[in-house]
Nanobody, 121 residues
Framework: QVQLVESGGGLVQPGGSLRLSCTAS????????MGWYRQPPGKQRELVAT???????NYADSVKGRFTISRDNAKNTVYLQMNSLKPADTAVYYC???????????????WGQGTQVTVSS
């Protein structure tokens, strides 16, 4: 029902910037947000940032102050602006459709191919 396509990754030096994009097709009735996950080499997938339908955003402590999530509802697209990149940010980045509640956030099981971000000097 939902397809997600991520793009914008690449190779960047420490301190550099990238902007990731994710375009979604289809919809889920109870979804009320979108977010970005990442999966570093040899590690499990982790939640990086979320944005609710209200516009409220949340970030993992590791990226707070450096990353900014935004969305364009008309284009059905979510973005992740990544500044001051560190080698620890190296990962495959995935976007997700979310159900955000007062205490929990759930990702619906729809995943794109991801986009590779490599931060290295």
């Amino acid at each position: 029902q939902v397809q997600l396509v991520e793009s914008g990754g690449g190779l960047v030096q420490p301190g550099g910037s990238l902007r990731l994009s994710c375009t979604a097709s289809g919809s889920i009735v109870n979804a009320n947000g979108m977010g970005w996950y990442r999966q570093p080499p040899g590690k499990q997938r982790e939640l990086v940032a979320t944005i609710a339908s209200s516009g409220s955003t949340n970030y993992a402590d590791s990226v707070k102050g450096r990353f900014t999530i935004s969305r364009d509802n008309a284009k059905n697209t979510v973005y992740l602006q990544m500044n001051s990149l560190k080698p620890a940010d190296t990962a495959v980045y995935y976007c997700a459709v979310l159900r955000i509640g007062p205490m929990t956030t759930m990702a619906y099981p729809y995943w794109g191919q991801g986009t590779q971000v490599t931060v290295s000097s």
